[in-house]
């Protein structure tokens, strides 16, 4: 008889409780992961170089900082996008230490305006773009001055390959 009382309890019981599934806090998860990778995909920079400047290749496994920004092409030298002096009178230049290029990287220094920018300005590191039929003496003369104007690290960009592992 105890047996009897003991299953229609259970019977009873099973009927008036339904199985539901909670999402409130597998939102809460899914959230925080888009936030999460929102803002952290932000923070991977991929330096792309334009049309007209073709990188050497390399294999390297360090990723590229915020620097202040020299592309060299066949036709000028611009820093940070600003035209400073055209490329042959660089090449012609008897001066191992370009001024107008000194000049505007002594400039980029007193820029400070957002927190971006001054982390740029305050690295004292430069990324020279140059296209890879360029000269060397000419990547030289900017690289010397760069140094002139204080800023003593000095990146090549290249375009980097998948490493080969013999």
Do not use: W
């Not at 259970?10 to 806090?25: E, F, I, T, W």
């Not at 036709?75 to 042959?88: F, M």
């Not at 000194?102 to 140059?130: D, F, H, N, P, W």
């Amino acid at each position: 008889m105890k047996q009897n009382r003991r299953m229609k309890r259970m019977a009873r019981s099973g009927r008036q409780k339904k199985a539901s599934l909670n999402l409130v806090s597998l939102m809460d998860v899914f959230t925080i992961l888009v936030f999460f990778l929102l803002v952290n995909s932000s923070s991977s920079e991929v330096l792309e170089p334009p049309k007209n400047i073709l990188l050497p290749d390399s294999i390297v496994d360090a990723k590229p900082r915020e620097t202040v920004i020299i592309l060299v092409t066949e036709e000028n030298v611009l820093v940070q996008g600003d035209v400073v002096i055209a490329t042959q009178d660089v090449i012609d230049s008897k001066d191992s230490v370009i001024e107008p290029i000194k000049q505007r990287l002594l400039e980029q220094k007193k820029k400070v305006i957002g927190i971006r920018t001054r982390a740029v300005a305050e690295s004292k590191e430069v990324t020279v773009l140059a296209h890879r039929t360029l000269p060397f003496k000419l990547l030289k003369k900017v690289m010397s001055s760069c140094t002139a104007a204080g800023y003593g690290k000095i990146s090549l960009a290249v375009i980097q390959k998948a490493s080969q592992q013999g």
